[in-house]
């Protein structure tokens, strides 16, 4: 069994945004040398996601109006977890759009559908905070 | 190591729909030989999810309206998405009920509480779409 | 290919509650002496979750609030499902918590972020349930 770890690293200007991840992603499969086997790939912050959607631009927006509707970052004074903090908002986020994917990895390369790619989800952003991948196979 | 992959083809003939696939998952685990390991199963289209729940008859009406709440079908216009799709409701359905599970697998069985069961979620239907098994282990 | 599996038991005394599973899971990990891996650790209850988040005292109310929002307990009678049963908000709040993480192991420990901890959450407690861990790697 090989495995193989890397960590990307992101700063997104805004407070919230997401970014296509899946070049690096599929460099870092390349580089690990394996062809088949199980591709991990997490937010290391509690604040941020990794999850699978479609890359068009429209959609984006919809997540963000979305999100914003089921957890809204204000009043701040709506959280218990704000004394100190402003980002209660961004840990409710973070959970409906997930920590991490786990992607088969077949021939060397990314096992997905003709529309699936991978997104980093900043919902607390404007500094640098990191991606794990971790891929076992052979 | 040892790794398997298959892919299963669902068709739902409404819009919407959850099909129980634990049976289909058995079988490739049975076929794979494989003993222990992990078991990922995934939808491989960004408007369905693969989720573990109840096969209860109740539960599934439940969620759909639920589900319906959050993230509505219409008015169509109310998002960006849908300029020449009707299917941005599907993303952020799929979004809620996770993409992919990750089963452990003992002594060559799904490794499963009592009520564990594998779904396929289906929120934009009417057409074939797939589902990946991927097991590596022993 | 080495694998380990335990199970962990927990009694939550109240209908909802949050326990921080981390010490028990890394307990779990330097039993197994895997090295590199990835790691599975997943509610074997379909009313219940094991997430990752932050470990902080003002968060967990947030995330009670927030979740009864979504999908409220009552009145009973919303939900089909709650024939013989009351648990069917159960069953939605932990859809979004989500049922397991997949975590690397590198060098012999839980890869984390600084702020990452494993959590039980429970939805329909005052019983015993369980949490199962699986480790595969070398």
Request: charged letters at 35%.
């Amino acid at each position: 069994m090989k495995s193989y770890r890397r960590e990307l690293w992101f700063e997104v200007k805004k407070r919230r945004g997401f970014l296509n991840i899946t070049p690096q992603v599929e460099q870092a499969l390349a580089e690990s040398g394996i062809r088949e086997g199980l591709l991990l790939c997490n937010a290391m912050h509690i604040t941020a996601s990794v999850f699978i959607n479609d890359d068009e631009g429209g959609l984006h927006p919809d997540f963000e109006e979305w999100l914003e509707g089921l957890a809204p970052e204000k009043p701040y004074s709506r959280y218990r977890h704000n004394g100190f903090e402003d980002n209660a908002d961004a840990h409710l986020k973070r959970s409906i759009m997930g920590r991490e994917v786990v992607v088969a990895v077949t021939e060397g390369r990314l096992d997905f559908g003709p529309w699936e790619r991978i997104f980093y989800g900043e919902f607390d952003g404007k500094r640098r905070k990191r991606v794990l991948i971790k891929i076992i196979g052979e």
